[in-house]
């Protein structure tokens, strides 16, 4: 990246790892330097919570407020009835309404930790989509904003195309959705003078879209940026742990599992997660991504600890903290180790401990829990488990038990009540 903004936000969005790629580096730098900017970010509610691969985008509308601009946070309540095709190999599966309004609530509950909503110049606003477009005319759409779209341009763009390469059926239904993202900018843009829109770089050609269709309909000037597609060190996508995601939402992951998937940073990982994911100053980031040996384990904690703070707060991070130590420097079981909880009638004739170790979501399934086993990987209380027949009955959960998969994961089992 050789250009040098004037900006602060461009700056940040630069020197910290969060730029992919802008439609005008310039006009969007002068458009930033000269007053409020309003910026958003859109959210299809395809799960009840956001994840990992979230938290880049959220951090992006977090340095756009801190650096005295406006953040919103676009709910797809009606984009989530058609379903992103972007780069994806076949249809989402539809979502009815009442479904999509309980993600929708799950999904709310982060973003008040990351950015401050009201009625203020920078305050954050949280709005959706369906508002606009649930109520829309098929016909009058068509004709008003349909042909303003050119199918053959659509065809071209590489979320589309690498879809039909593979010759993969994409659906008249998800061919829409790119139209309504457009439509998107443009009404934010008429209804809240929305300049920018920003979103991973596979957003790539619904940004350019909807730019196009809010000049060419409202003639105004608007922009777009994109982050990178981020993957770990080793390949593995963001976000992804062998838990499955890594949700924000502290029910459908808690904060020690969060801290942990932090703590369990690849060596070559630790300097760009500092500078993407916390707001600790670029000069102290690269220091400690630049630890090597045993010292690195040290950034890892502070990265855990600044990461969880932002999303838990500073208690569940301290908490978390202490925990690890307790069960990895101490040996102990750790009070907020996740949990299993078993009633006394799932345990009255004894569970085997393949199923246990399966439902506290240290394997996928049974078959992965006997291979976690036979490769010596599983343990009792800090002891090898090698017998994948073990039953566990309620004697043997007089106290909790802990159960480990590998060295850095674990799981407590104890009686309900």
Known sequence: MTYHPKSDFLRVMIERGYMADCTDYQALDEALSNGVVTAYIGYDATAASLHVGHLL??????????????????????????????FRSDERPLLGPDQIDANIAGMKQVFGKYLDYGAGPTDALMLNNAEWLDSLNYLDFLRDIGRHFSVNRMLSFESVKSR???????????????ILQAYDFLELNRRYGCRLQMGGSDQWGNIVNGIDLTRRILDHEVYGLTSPLLTTADGAKMGKSAGGAV??????RSPYEFWQFWRNTADADVG???????????????????LEGAEINAAKIVLANAVTTLCHGAEAAE????????????????????????????IAEGIPVVQL???????KSGKEAKRLIAEGGARLNDELLSDAGLMIDAAMLAEPIKLSAGKKRHALVRLAG
Request: proline fraction near 4%; hydrophobic fraction near 40%.
């Open 57 to 86: 985008n959220i951090m992006m509308l977090r340095w756009l407020q801190r650096t005295g601009h406006k953040p919103i946070t676009l709910m797809g309540g009606g984009t989530t009835k058609v379903g992103d095709p972007s």
């Open 319 to 346: 908490t978390a903290e202490a925990t690890a130590r307790e069960v990895f420097e101490k040996g102990g079981l750790g009070e907020d180790l996740p949990t299993l909880a078993l009633s006394a009638t799932e």
């Open 247 to 252: 949700w924000l939402n502290a029910e459908m």
């Open 164 to 178: 039909l390469d593979r010759e993969q059926s994409l659906s008249f239904l998800e061919f829409n959705y790119m």
């Open 272 to 290: 760009r997660f500092l500078r993407l994911y916390t707001e600790l100053p670029l000069d102290e980031c690269n220091r400690l991504g630049a």
């Open 357 to 363: 170790i399966t439902r506290a979501g240290l394997a």
